[in-house]
């Protein structure tokens, strides 16, 4: 199990929450840090593909998202994309599955 402290700041803002949302305080902070690690894996995946060091397919496995889903992600940024024939073949199967 881990064990960690909860800066004041966070703890002001999970009370802020539960005063508009009853819930209890656990399924509170696992919902947070679920919401939280997801936007990291997005931002992590966005700088990844950015940098060159993985192509779209890999960012939206990192990022949990469909190709589609991180292509528009990217372009949300405004990050051109740069389809290589290798997305194009590893997205085609999937591509013909869905069909």
């Known amino acids: 199990m881990y064990k960690m402290e909860i800066p004041e700041n966070l703890i002001d803002s999970l009370k802020r929450i539960k005063k508009?949302?009853?819930?209890?305080e656990s399924l509170l902070i696992r919902?947070?840090?679920?919401?939280?690690?997801?936007?990291?894996e997005k931002?992590?995946?966005?700088?990844?593909?950015?940098?060159?060091k993985t192509t779209i397919s890999e960012s939206a496995e990192i990022a949990?998202?469909?190709v589609g889903e991180m292509m528009e992600l990217l372009s949300g940024?405004?990050?051109?994309?740069?389809?290589?024939l290798k997305d194009?073949?590893?997205?085609?199967?999937?591509a013909i599955e869905a069909l």
Not at 43 to 52: I, T, Y
């Open 20 to 24: 508009y949302e009853p819930i209890e």
């Open 43 to 52: 931002e992590l995946a966005v700088k990844l593909f950015s940098e060159g």
């Open 88 to 94: 194009y073949e590893e997205g085609l199967p999937t």
């Open 64 to 66: 949990q998202l469909s």
């Open 77 to 84: 940024r405004g990050i051109k994309s740069k389809i290589t």
């Open 31 to 40: 919902q947070a840090l679920q919401y939280g690690i997801k936007d990291i």
